[in-house]
């Protein structure tokens, strides 16, 4: 069964099951990442008391880990829920934010990384390639590694996001003009999305709530879910990139529409515009 | 004089008074509690210091808690800003988001309960469930009682909400499909609103500021301010809603057009609108 | 040259350099911060814990700091990035949140303008002139000084900047119906911006963030950068509130639209719209 025949079932199992999905985010895009959640289907919670986390991350079905603010009250309950939620065999998903960015943000990823079992863990290329390098060695990222995946060096990037996914066991989604979504064996190349989801903050960060609702709902094939995720996420991306210029709008335009198409989205759709091949 | 008749004096003390009140919400909604209070004429203020929270309610004529972050240092604040508004003589209005949850959310609701004087308490009736049954003896909400309002069960949730605005002098606000605003001997059944609005992230947080513009500037009469607000609030949803439907919107255009909408509420356009009952 | 000629070469560097801006919000504001960062051609990085401000501020060309919030982690941190992008010389704005508003709010205050040399301070004219006389007295602010600026007053009110520029070392912008942007010798009076700016939470925020963009991108002229960081951002203002009158919307569809233009705003646009004078 192909990607497209699988997304049928996958957008059914999110309509069925309506996710509850656990966040923890930042000040800065925690009510986009909130949105996003619902647009697509799911339940957002945004509990984030080490002391209520278990609680609450246990009646969910799903936990997004968003490394944008790495207070230590923050961390400490990305640690609670994240254990409770392998315990309990939920899909967990990391957002690396800024991994490579200062020592602090490292020793905060590594801690995470050893702690915790990932189901998926998406960021850009340098964030994937600095919890890549960093994990083993704890040496920064090299210049030449954080070079933009492109169609000339696509075969080299979907080989590292294989060997990353077999070296921490979680679908790695690296994000960028083309994403590479991969398991040890099988990578999808996507070809969705816009420049303009560049223009606008948090537009990482709503991904990464997005692939929450698609793995929450299917947790028994995270690779497909994921990928069906970035696709889709994607093409609402060039669906409000398209309605801005019809509009003469703006950034602030672009916004809106992109969570207008989220809660527009489904398999019907999806199809129409989806880009996505496998390697 | 009815509901209807006090309506107009009700918006009319919002545009002369422009009341400044002070929320402490969470980073989730924080912004939309800030625009909607706006939005219907006051001015927030969002301090959250423990220690500068006590000298900038003192300027404000209401006070709102959110309880969507409980925090060691907002709590603090919170206890700290409410007592003061409390020797003041604000209305203050309490949102026990999540009660119920989580064993240490629900202590924050005790805590809150037992030394501030509420005005308004806003929640859906499992939050106001727990707010009644936790208090007295701190056990959980029961399936049964945590049953959706309905024209078929709404003389006894009328009954239980009128017996809790007794037991804690509050008038309670029970939104749903079908809203209930009590005291102790009257109710009013609203009958506003709309499913989209369950499909963005604050639209709860965002009525509990409106019921912090609409009770600062009317303390006489809580409980009209606060059936007025409950309606006016869920009028605009159904506007937000047509408006999103012709212009082939989502949930973010509907949540722009809530804002828009509030922004346009007065006494005219929600005669027009309003739904409201006495029991 | 005069401000307009210079504004082409202002807007140039800003396309050219793509300043990465560390701005450090609050939870009120800081995805609007970030997003009129990205509108107005910069690029945001919010990071806020105390332990990697420094490195994180390395790597930008300019710093912000909003006093929103003032707790005690955020403020450590603000004294750390502030004290690094001095010795890199970057520039640093500082909006004096609420200064005067709370004894608390006024010892952060002094504590940042003693350990931090900024390059602009902005904010309204109250907190404007809290930060002059408190800086040096830590009194309060009289009642006359906090009158509006107007076509009668503005004399006094220049001159009070000038003084207060001289004092600081900082260029002083004063946000208001008739905005006052002043270092020592030189007064800009600017006309731009419209009534339904206090409408919209976070639209003084906004203007900091895009002080820090112009700022950071212009280090050699921060007078001129600023002026027309403030012109612009008014200009925008009017632009979108014809917009939200031709659209039939309210505050939500007017805080959207001012995002749009942010981010179509150029030096052409500019010039069309631009009412700046010099003092």
């Known amino acids: 069964m192909d ?14 099951i309506k996710p509850v999905v656990h966040n923890i985010s930042n000040i800065v895009t925690a009510n986009d990442c909130a949105n996003i959640t619902l ?6 919670t945004m509990a984030e008391h080490p002391d209520e986390v278990e609680d609450i991350t246990s009646v969910c079905s799903g936990f997004v880990i968003n490394m944008g603010n790495i207070g230590e009250p923050l961390v400490e309950a990305m640690l609670r829920a994240g254990k409770r939620s392998n315990v309990l065999g939920h899909p967990v998903i990391l957002d690396p934010v800024g991994a490579g960015a200062a020592k602090k943000r490292n020793d905060v990823l590594f801690k995470l990384l050893e702690n915790i079992k990932f189901s998926v863990i998406r960021g850009n290329i340098s964030e994937i390639k600095f919890t890549a390098t960093g994990a083993g060695a704890a040496k920064g990222v090299d210049a030449d590694e954080s070079d933009k995946v492109t169609d000339e060096n696509i075969d080299k990037a979907v080989g590292f996001a294989k060997k990353l996914s077999k070296k921490t066991g979680a ?3 690296i994000s960028g003009e083309i994403d590479i979504i991969a398991d040890e064996n099988t990578a999808y190349i996507i070809k969705n999305g816009c ?30 879910a994921a990928a069906v995720a970035v696709s889709a996420y994607g093409y609402c991306g060039e669906l409000a990139y398209k309605k801005m210029l019809e509009t003469d709008g703006g950034t602030g335009s672009f916004r809106m529409f992109l969570m207008d198409y989220a809660s527009k989205m489904d398999a019907r759709l999806f199809k129409g515009g989806a880009k996505i091949e496998v390697r």
């Open 3 to 16: 990607i497209f025949e699988k997304s049928e079932e996958i957008f059914e199992n999110i309509r069925k």
């Open 39 to 44: 647009a697509f289907g799911g339940s957002p």
């Open 171 to 173: 679908v790695i989604a």
């Open 195 to 224: 420049a303009e989801m560049s223009k606008v903050t948090g537009t990482g960060c709503m991904l990464t709530s997005t692939l929450g609702v698609f793995c929450a709902a299917n947790p028994k094939d995270i690779l497909a």
